[in-house]
């Protein structure tokens, strides 16, 4: 599972339709509101708006559309839930420069390296959201390593699928 540095004419930037930019990302949200109500443990594990937004600024490779990505998605996302309004979309606002940024970087087609990228962004997400709830609105968060890397990783299995899935709708510039 190599993963490859490119220098930054090497590496392809994609974009994406209009129905495809905003249908994908309005899936993703309404599966994450909606499927809850019926399989109870699927919010603990899934987060179907993080996936997108990682893929989404990766595939863009553009840190600022990545930001506006996660921005818009993560506020949505609050939008539909039951907490603070601004912790999701603080948290993928992060996650989708962080992604951006590295998207620059590292050409990740690999399913090794894209499970391995969504399982750190996955944690990244956990971890920022962490942070913003005790430290900025002062909810008590539990705090645990297994469940952030075995969600991580369940997060990385569907997100390599998904990864494949979304593939194609990919547009060169």
Known sequence: MPITYTSGEQVEVYRFSLPVTIGVPLVALIIQAYVPKYVPGFAIYVDLPLLVTIFFAMARRSPIAGLFTGAI?????????????????????????????????????????????????????????????????????????????????????????????????????
Not at 122 to 148: D, I, K
Not at 149 to 171: S, W
């Open 73 to 173: 998605i993560g506020l949505a996302q609050d939008m539909l839930g039951h907490g603070m309004i601004g912790m999701y979309g603080i948290a993928k606002t992060v996650v989708g420069y962080a992604a951006s940024s590295l998207g620059v970087k590292l050409d990740l087609e690999n399913p090794g390296a894209r499970l391995l990228v969504t399982l750190g962004f996955y944690l990244v997400h956990w971890v920022v959201y962490f942070t913003v709830a005790r430290a900025l609105v002062n909810m008590t968060q539990p705090w645990s390593w297994t469940h952030g890397i075995l969600a991580g990783l369940v997060n990385g299995l569907i997100g390599v699928l998904l990864y494949f899935f979304l593939d194609r709708f990919k547009q060169r510039t």
